[in-house]
């Protein structure tokens, strides 16, 4: 309905979802595997079902997923220095998700979060006017 409204040549956009569940990793042995486990459900089953149903539709993707690198390796390197892998460092910079309590944690951005967010939808929607 949304398409039929705005008609064929308005450009519209839908994101992908950033993965909040990374943030486990600091819940101990069992939380690094929930933050494993959740990049791919994240990446092959919620992410691929919304690209493929708003693509269906005509609509560009904002793969914020991607921008904020929720599906970078889970690399070792810095395990012994207690560094946390690049995605989940990502999802604490971006989203409160590793903020303390009261403000965190919650799923949604901080203000650097959403300066991305609409940073991918700005490219996105300036590639899909062209």
């Excluded at 992410?47 to 149903?53: D, E, F, K, Q, S």
């Excluded at 390796?73 to 989203?95: A, H, K, M, N, Q």
């Excluded at 309590?101 to 490219?123: E, M, Q, S, V, W």
């Amino acid at each position: 309905r949304l398409r039929a409204a705005a008609g064929p040549r308005v450009p519209m956009a839908a994101m992908t979802l950033y993965d909040p569940f990374l943030a486990s990793w600091f819940d101990g042995p069992g939380g690094k595997l929930i933050a494993k486990v959740s990049q791919d459900l994240a990446r092959d089953q919620v992410n691929a079902v919304l690209i493929r149903a708003f693509r269906r539709h005509g609509f560009e993707i904002a793969d914020v997923a991607r921008r904020m690198r929720t599906y970078a390796p889970f690399s070792t390197d810095g395990e012994s220095t207690g560094t946390p892998p690049l995605p989940v460092r990502r999802i604490c910079r971006l989203t409160w998700m590793c903020a303390p309590a009261p403000r965190g944690p919650d799923i949604h951005a901080n203000k650097a979060g959403y300066r991305l967010i609409a940073a991918t939808f700005a490219r996105t929607i300036g590639r899909a006017a062209r």
